[in-house]
């Protein structure tokens, strides 16, 4: 990753129901806990050679939480959620990507255009 690459300045719970995640270059990423569960790219989740997602979002509650936050070397986070889940990590370049902010979504729209 490009050192110009934003890096997380802060991961936080925000109570049971967000985590935060404040950027270097001032942007902040407010993912809800079950919008971030079904980002999951494990293998679980994600078919490893197709890549289609095999997790089904309407199996994750709604109510889902991260139990733990831990972060894996100077690249990423696991969770460890509420509905027993622990494999997913999540790169800081994934977390970025998926970010739901109307700023972030239509930036991804525009490069995938380019594409």
């Not at 980002?39 to 997790?55: F, G, H, M, N, T």
């Not at 494999?87 to 930036?107: D, K």
Request: charged residues 20%.
């Amino acid at each position: 990753m490009p050192s110009s690459y934003p890096q997380p300045v802060e991961i936080r719970r925000e109570g049971l129901t967000r985590i935060v995640v404040s950027w270097s270059d001032g942007h902040i990423s407010d993912f809800t806990n079950h919008y971030l569960r079904c980002q999951c790219q494990c293998a679980s989740c994600v078919d490893e050679w197709s890549r289609k997602p095999i997790l089904d979002p309407a199996s994750v509650p709604d109510d889902i939480y991260a139990n733990q936050i831990s972060v894996v070397g100077n690249y990423a986070i696991q969770p460890s959620w509420s509905d027993g889940h622990t494999s997913g990590i999540f790169s800081f370049t994934l977390l970025r990507r998926v970010c739901p902010c109307a700023e972030c979504r239509m930036a991804h729209a525009e490069s995938a255009a380019v594409s």
